[in-house]
């Protein structure tokens, strides 16, 4: 399984990336934007994405809706993990077709459980 | 399409003409010279108007600039202070959580040393054969009994540094919230250039001098300054769960 993290700041993806170790993921790529993420989402391979909201150059909601506009991404399954807290964004990620939305700060516990949520819900 | 007021000559010839044409009863000719003089008059009368638009245009702009500035001191530079007051709450806690985890690692981390050293002291003699059997019964459940503390404690210390690795989040969250702030310091002072530059030399302001920041992600929730915002993970479930997710 192949997990791609995406965050402009490094040490959250430090944090994402050991926490994902301790769940068993090995092979993580990283990339500090959505522009940068596009690209490696593209030439194929990434299972599945985590990506933050606030980043310079293409933003998170924006990757997203690259993604489901790419009919090679569609059914790629997001994460959203942000501390993007205003409801009417929470319910926009939504819409433009997030799997799961984790609020930062978060817990260990708490990102196993949606990325097993996500995972169960593809296999049902 | 005629610009400027017409000369006198060509009214007085109007005139005549708008005369000629009634007197010998050509209502048609004199509705269409009317119509012409009316027009000039239209023409200019909507110069005017534009005039005072753009004026008004000016003004509004001006004033849009002032209350950027208004809203900048009255609202965003004490909600700055809210958000830079967080910064220092959210460091302190992660220091705090850091520390904490850091204090409970080292005594763990200490015993294990110490009983290792004199199991492995003991373990040496064993393979040497210097140890009567008495003793090497006792060591078999020391080894038995550090075995399961050691379990218990190195679980304790994993548990730890998954506190201090989570911890660091701080470091995206106030950079986010600094990243804002600086923003905000950026917009106030091309605000107050801007208004320098209209009030010595009258220039409009150029149209990009309101910054727009609405559109933009606002990074972490501030307890206090944000509004309308998620408390924690269960009101995203909730919200979501709302959603039909």
Known sequence: MKILVVDDFSTMRRIIRNLLRELGFNNIFEADDGQSALPKLQSGGIDFL????????????????A???????????VLMVTAEAKRDQIVEAAQAG??????????????????????????A | MTDKQPSA????????????ALERGDDESADRILDDIGRVRETLMFQEVGKLTRQLH???????LDERIADLTENEIPDAKERLNYVITMTEQAANTTLNAVES???????LREQSNELSA????????????????????????????????????????????????FQDLTGQIIRRVIKLVQDLEHSLVELIRISGRRFKPSGDSVPETKSEPLGPAVPGVDKNTV?????VDSLLSSLGF
């Open chain 2, 231 to 235: 408390q924690n993970q269960d009101d």
């Open chain 2, 105 to 111: 690692i080292l005594p763990f981390a200490e015993s």
């Open chain 1, 50 to 65: 985590i990506t933050d909201w606030n980043m310079p150059g293409m933003t998170g909601i924006d990757l997203l809706r």
């Open chain 1, 67 to 77: 993604v489901r506009a790419d009919p090679n991404l569609a059914q790629l399954p």
């Open chain 1, 98 to 123: 997030v799997n799961g939305y984790v609020i930062k700060p978060f817990t260990a516990a708490t990102l196993q459980e949606k990325i097993e949520k996500i995972f169960e819900r593809l296999e």
């Open chain 2, 9 to 20: 000559d060509a009214r007085i010839e109007q005139a005549r003409a708008l005369l000629a």
């Open chain 2, 122 to 169: 003991q373990w040496q003699r064993f393979r040497q054969r210097e140890m009567p059997y008495e003793e090497f019964k006792s060591l078999t459940q020391d080894l038995a009994q550090y075995f399961d503390v050691s379990a218990g404690h190195l679980q304790t210390i994993q548990h730890s540094l998954t506190e201090v690795l989570m911890a660091q989040g």
């Open chain 2, 58 to 64: 000016d003004t509004l702009a001006n004033f849009s």
